[in-house]
């Protein structure tokens, strides 16, 4: 986000809580920042508001902002910020929290509002376009996300450089409406949920385990070639074992936790790394055995609060296409690279082009990491010098890195434009020095090993969220549950039909009949809705001059081709995972 659209985006945070006070003097404001796509404010307001009342709220958004003609700032001692904040909670909350930290205090004023902020606006906001902004829709938070704490509305609006921008922003979230693989993974009959299952727990019919199992096979497929061997794991450990791999401190609020009728505590598997440790740990490896390359696609579960689940991209189970390579630091890199190829084999046949950040710590704060900071020093040079060696450019994610080691990070845009982290490749030498992971070296010495953390599709669940998204729910003919559907236009023709469909799938496709009594027409638009990647139709014609009648998906009519052409070509077409 460009520095000056930041401000703007927080220039106008501050304008929306200006117009809420007006609206609602009762309300009290807590904290407003810029985000990504707008801005966002909380309030706890003493009576119910709604999305109706948004309109009212832009409105007078828009009436006070030709007054806002620049921000001043003073510097407050505490006592004169407590004064002038006396009546709000969540601001003296702040206040004692920056004081504790040494911090100073600012007091920020446009128009008649006055708000504690530590800056970052526009000089004159009044220069703002009232048509670049939008307020959007209202959320319950809870302050400072914590969930035993009061639930406030959260109103979120949009802002952009221009009133184009604008436009095309809300013009790709209508298209979004359109995707959302809530609606359309049901609809194409991939995943449901059960209230008696519970949120957040998804339930695969046969057609998205198909799907499900494609997509894995297909990982697995890349994985084989370069060495790797399968391994299974339990979903539930010992407390101990997440104690020793520093994941019980940092995540023991996010487990769901068992504890056994003789009294020990077991925790549901939130990652599956620290198990695969113990695989690599079962005897003592030689040098020669290394790189060990363990891959593993199995369900973890996270205790994710209600408010925060999402269909399949924020569920509580989801399946991680999982591997760890246990093997040398001087090793560290090959292997690396080694993911790197699988990653750019797997994304360009669904339309992914990839970008690359290097996740690396924060210096400033070494309490949220493992390890010391020579470790990571040399970690992020290992990666550093991968990026540099491929000739990409990447993005510098700064204090982006996970809690026990470095990684790369790929994102990708989808057909909206939107951006997605998906494959991750992480070094870790952290976990191998915890568990005491070794190797013997070529003098008969114990040598300390590395683990690299590899997920292609990071999980199966938020790739498919984004995969349907990204396709509108039309995969492609190698991953289409149903690739063919044959429909015959009377029951005259049904027999016919039950042949050509035994010839396709005795040729490997997957194919289904629509013996249904409805017209040709109604099959049809039935076969488009379930995104079905090709429809034959046959009928008199085609049965008299030995052919079938072809329609791809989106209504290209490819005419009457022979069933061995047509075997051909589909063939060719699922090999190539075009």
């Known amino acids: 986000m460009a520095q000056n659209l930041e401000h703007i985006r927080h220039s106008l945070a501050h304008l929306l809580a200006a117009a809420v006070l007006r609206l609602f003097p009762d309300a009290q404001r807590t904290i407003g920042p810029a985000i990504d796509t707008g801005f966002y404010y909380d309030f706890e307001f003493p009576t119910a508001v709604t999305a109706d009342d948004l309109p009212r709220i832009e409105k007078e958004m828009k009436k006070l902002l030709p007054s806002w003609t620049a921000f001043t700032h003073r510097e407050v001692t505490p006592a004169e910020a407590r004064e002038f904040f006396r009546d709000n909670p969540y601001k003296l909350e702040l206040i004692d929290e920056i004081e504790a930290k040494g911090e100073k205090l600012t007091l920020y004023t446009s128009g008649d509002f006055t708000d504690l902020c530590r800056g970052g ?96 096979d297909f990982v697995w497929s890349l994985r084989a070639k370069h060495g790797y061997q399968k391994v299974e794991i339990p979903h539930i450990t010992k407390k101990a074992l997440y104690e020793t ?15 056994t009728r003789e009294g020990h505590e077991f925790a549901m598997k939130p990652m599956n790394c620290p198990h695969h440790t113990q695989i690599y740990a079962r005897r003592q490896h030689s040098y020669r055995e290394l790189p060990q390359r363990y891959a593993n696609t199995t369900t973890c579960y996270r205790d994710e609060q209600t408010g925060e689940l999402s269909g399949l991209s ?37 339309g992914f082009a990839l970008k690359v950040r290097l996740s690396r710590h924060d210096p400033a704060h070494p309490e949220k990491y493992l390890g010391d900071p020579a470790r990571w020093q040399t970690a992020e040079g290992i990666l550093e010098g991968i ?14 890195a996970a809690f026990y080691g470095p990684k790369l990070d790929f994102l990708a845009h989808d057909s909206l434009g939107r951006e997605w982290q998906v494959a991750t490749i992480q070094l870790d030498m952290n976990m191998p020095e915890r568990f005491d992971l070794t190797c013997v070296n070529e003098e008969g010495k114990k040598e300390r090993v590395v683990m690299i953390h590899a997920a292609i599709m990071g999980s199966i669940e938020r790739f498919l969220s984004i995969l349907i998204e990204h396709t509108a729910g039309a995969f492609p003919l190698w991953l289409s549950p149903t690739q063919v559907r044959v429909l015959p236009i009377a029951d005259r023709h049904i027999e016919k039909a039950q042949e050509i469909a035994t010839a396709l799938r005795a040729a490997g496709l ?69």
């Open 245 to 259: 791999s520093g994941h019980w401190e940092k995540y023991q609020n996010d487990l769901f936790r068992i504890t």
């Open 314 to 350: 924020r569920v509580r189970a989801f399946a991680q296409d999982d591997a760890h390579v246990f093997c040398r630091m001087s090793q560290a890199k090959d292997e690396f690279l080694k993911v790197w190829d699988i990653i750019h084999e797997f994304y360009p046949p669904f």
């Open 121 to 216: 606006h526009v000089e004159n906001p009044s220069s703002i376009d009232p048509e670049s902004f939008k307020l959007d829709k209202l959320a319950g938070a809870y302050w400072r996300g914590d969930e035993t704490k009061p639930m406030l509305t959260r109103i979120y609006g949009f802002a952009f450089s221009t009133p184009e921008e604008l436009s095309a922003h809300l013009t790709m979230l209508e298209e979004a409406k359109k995707r959302d693989h809530k609606v359309l993974g049901p609809a194409l009959d991939l995943f449901t949920f059960s209230d008696l299952v519970g949120p957040g727990l998804p339930l695969w019919t046969p057609r998205g385990t198909l799907v499900r199992n494609l997509l894995d």
């Open 387 to 400: 990026v540099k060696e491929k000739g990409v450019e990447y993005i510098d994610g700064l204090g982006e």
């Open 510 to 578: 997957r194919v289904e009949v629509d013996e249904s009594s409805e017209s040709v027409g109604k099959k049809i638009r039935a076969s488009e809705t379930m995104k079905t990647p090709y429809a034959v139709v046959l009928g008199d014609k085609d049965i008299e001059a030995g052919v079938v009648s072809v329609r791809k998906h989106g209504g290209e009519d490819l005419g009457q081709l022979k069933l061995d052409d047509l075997i051909e070509r589909l063939a060719t077409e699922v090999t190539a995972k075009a």
